[in-house]
């Protein structure tokens, strides 16, 4: 591993910092909206762990903890499947986030968007997706322009 891969490229949010606002408003509205901030940071999370964005998985991880998910739980997150501490909104959203973030190399197929639909409301279920798109940006952009965790959490 190279020493390059824990310095920044460049500082994108004061490069572009109308869109990284507009991606920050985004990540918040999601939070404060009808999913709620735990579901919508497990969400996150998760998404970060399959996108490898270590940045954001701190991140993430750092907010859960704040709100009080204790960190053996969160430790389980990857394997919410085995795991016992995730409700059945909880697996339906991660398995969500899953299948969109594996997109073209998943099938977002009318039975898996039955069983959201069974657990979700429309509403819920648009918010989801939004918080999904929002949190592959953020890894797509933290990954490419290598921001490193601070030594401090942010959150």
């Not at 697996?91 to 959201?116: C, G, M, N, Q, V």
Request: charged letters at 20%.
């Amino acid at each position: 591993m190279s020493s390059n891969q824990h310095t920044a490229r460049l500082p994108y949010h004061k490069l572009s910092s109308k869109a990284f606002m507009g991606l920050v408003s985004l990540s918040e509205t999601i939070k404060k909206g009808p999913l709620g901030t735990r579901l919508a940071e497990l969400v996150f999370l998760r998404v970060s762990q399959i996108n490898g964005c270590a940045y954001c998985m701190d991140m993430h991880w750092h907010a859960l903890v704040k709100e009080g998910v204790e960190p053996r739980h969160l430790n389980a997150v990857a394997g919410w499947r085995e795991a016992p501490f995730f409700s059945e909104r909880d697996r339906a959203a991660l398995r969500w986030a899953e299948i969109i973030t594996a997109t073209p190399h998943s099938d977002a197929s009318d039975e898996e968007y039955a069983k959201l639909q069974a657990l979700f409301s429309d509403a819920e279920i648009s918010d989801l997706g939004f918080a999904i798109a929002v949190i592959n940006a953020w890894n797509l952009l933290n990954a490419g322009m290598r921001a490193p965790i601070p030594e401090t959490p942010m959150v």
